[in-house]
């Protein structure tokens, strides 16, 4: 139940919030070039503090749940490459839906910290479990 609910926010986000720029754009909007638009919103982080929280850390903490969910139905079965593989065409899918449908734009960046999200979401489910043994 909370995988669903963690799904319909995270759509809604990416797809539905006129506040984070998800209206029509009127245009194809995309970024191709690897790390592009994470290097413009790192350096900018200090003009721009918002913009570098909400287009940088946002699609990182965005992505540890579906990572943190996926290794929790998967259990021991999924390994760090599935996980990452299964995170990865996951947020692929998202941002092709989001070109195609002009809302918002494609980012290569986005998929970088979308994975790294997802990753992060697998091995804090690791974590934990090893935890849970010493609690």
Not at 48 to 59: G, S
């Amino acid at each position: 139940m909370l995988f669903a609910l963690y799904l319909v926010a995270l759509l809604y986000l990416l797809f539905f919030a006129e506040g984070l720029g998800r209206n029509n754009v009127g245009g194809y909007r995309y970024n191709l070039v690897p790390l592009n638009e994470i290097t413009r919103y790192w350096n900018l982080r200090s003009v721009y503090p918002r913009a570098f929280v909400i287009n940088l850390l946002c699609n990182i903490v965005a992505f540890m749940p579906f990572g943190y969910f996926i290794a929790l139905f998967a259990d021991r079965k999924l390994s760090l490459f599935m996980g990452t593989l299964v995170t990865f065409m996951f947020s692929l899918m998202i941002e092709s839906v989001q070109l195609v449908l002009m809302v918002g734009s494609f980012d290569v960046d986005d998929l970088i910290l979308n994975t790294l999200g997802g990753i992060l979401g697998i091995l804090g489910y690791r974590l934990s479990r090893v935890l849970r043994k010493y609690l």
